[in-house]
Structures are given as C-alpha cells and as structure tokens.
C-alpha cells in the first residue's frame, strides 16, 4: 500500500513563538494512524532545529519533519541558502522541491529542480517534487502537457528504484491560497494522468507505489472528499496547515 500523507507547508509564516506552540499542539495528538499514513511538517528554515527537537521528545515515529527549499549544490559560497546535507545533518527526512513559489517568484526552472532532486536523494532526503499549472494554461485546456513536462525535465533521469522514493504533489496554481480549490474530480482526473505518465516511463507497479498528494486550498472541509479519490494519496496543505483544528481534521481525513 502506498504512502498517505497529510503534508503542512507553513511557507514564511509564524514567530518562533507560534510556532513552537503549533508544533506542540499537533504532536501532542494520537491520530491512531494506520502504518501507512503520515504527517509531514514543512516548517521554515530557523524553526527546522527546534521542530526536530521537539518531534524526537514527543516520539511520534509517523511524524516526520521537511524543509520547504534546499540549494542544488553540495556546500560553499552561496549566502543565505540551505544545503541537503545541513537537513540531512539535522535529521530532517523531507524536503519540498520545486514549490510554484519557488519556480514564480525565485525563477527556478525544471533544470535547476532536477539538481535539487538529486542532491536530496544523495543524502537520503524524500524530495516532495511539486507541479502544476498556472490558470492560463487550464484554461487552455493544455495542463496535461505541462504537468507531464515537468516532470519529464525534472525526474526523468532517474531509475524506476530512485523514482519510488519521491512524493509528487500536484498543486494547481489557480487553487493555491485562493480559496478555489479544484474539484476531486478534477484532482482525480490530473493524479490518474499523472500517475498513467509516470507508468508510460517505469512501468505500473512503480507507479502505483508513487504517492501523489494534491494541494491547493486543502482544507477540513473538503479534504475527505479529495482524499476519497483512487489516486489522490494526501494533501500538501499550506494555509489550513496553520491553524491545529483544520489541519487535525484533515490529518483524520486520510482514507
Ligand atoms: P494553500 O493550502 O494555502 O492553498 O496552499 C497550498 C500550497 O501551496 C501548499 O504547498
């Protein structure tokens, strides 16, 4: 059975703290959570250590704790940027890849994201490899293409035993912070075609075992109904995933 994730992305938001207090909430609970299912916790750069420190103390083992970004190079003189193996060193198991943040406002292009990838998946980090459209192109009609071409340019270097360890996120960029979540029909249909792309590279029992998460307005509301479909496996969640009641609810809302 694949990896169900409910993934919060707290982006640049919180004081410390804040923070330390959402964490404390959220590891405080027992969600009796099936052994495949998991909470991950994409916290910002500074509050990586203590997130860590406070993840081992609570001895959640279903809780793991991501970085939202790393550099694409192993180490040097590049100021302000955080390494794969600074995360690695701090016990951090995952990393967001790709976010369309990033790729908008930090112009980072599906080249640059497969040197990411890589230099995760060196040190061991799950990369949380993330893509969509932007509204153009869904209206368009052509966000099959595109979607497809982000992945090809970013992950298709890699082996069908490297690709299992990914998660794929797929986050409409029309449904990001604006309240207008895609329908679950709508998520179905792009997971089922991404998912029926990468089968088309490795082949269909690698990519059944591929968890795609779908984010983009996730919150307590809707998750059950888009955690429902076959091929959405979780939520990368990013405003909901601040306040604990909504992101508890959509922890519980994994099938
Ligand atoms: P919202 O849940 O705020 O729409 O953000 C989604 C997102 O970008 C998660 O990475």
Known sequence: MRQQIAAANWKMNLTIGQAEKLLDDILSVDWALKPWQQVVLAVPAPYLYPAVQKWKASGQSQVSISAQNCYSEKSGAYTGETSA???ASLVVTHVIIGHSERREIFHE??????????IALSFNLTPIFCCGEPL??????????????QLEESLYHLDAETIQKLVIAYEPI??????????????????HYLRSVLAHKYGAAVAGRVSILYGGSVKAANAQELFSQPD???????GASLIHKEFDAIIRALK
Not at 109 to 118: E, F, Q, S, Y
Not at 232 to 238: K, S, T
């Open 174 to 191: 029309w449904a990001i912070g604006t309240g207008k979540t895609a329908t679950s029909e709508q998520a179905q249909e792009m997971h």
């Open 109 to 118: 292009t599906n080249a640059l994201l497969a040197k990411k990838v890589d």
């Open 85 to 87: 193996e600074m995360l």
């Open 136 to 149: 153009s192109i869904r209206e368009a009609g052509t966000q099959n293409a595109f979607v497809a071409k």
């Open 232 to 238: 959405v496996d979780g939520g990368l969640v990013g």
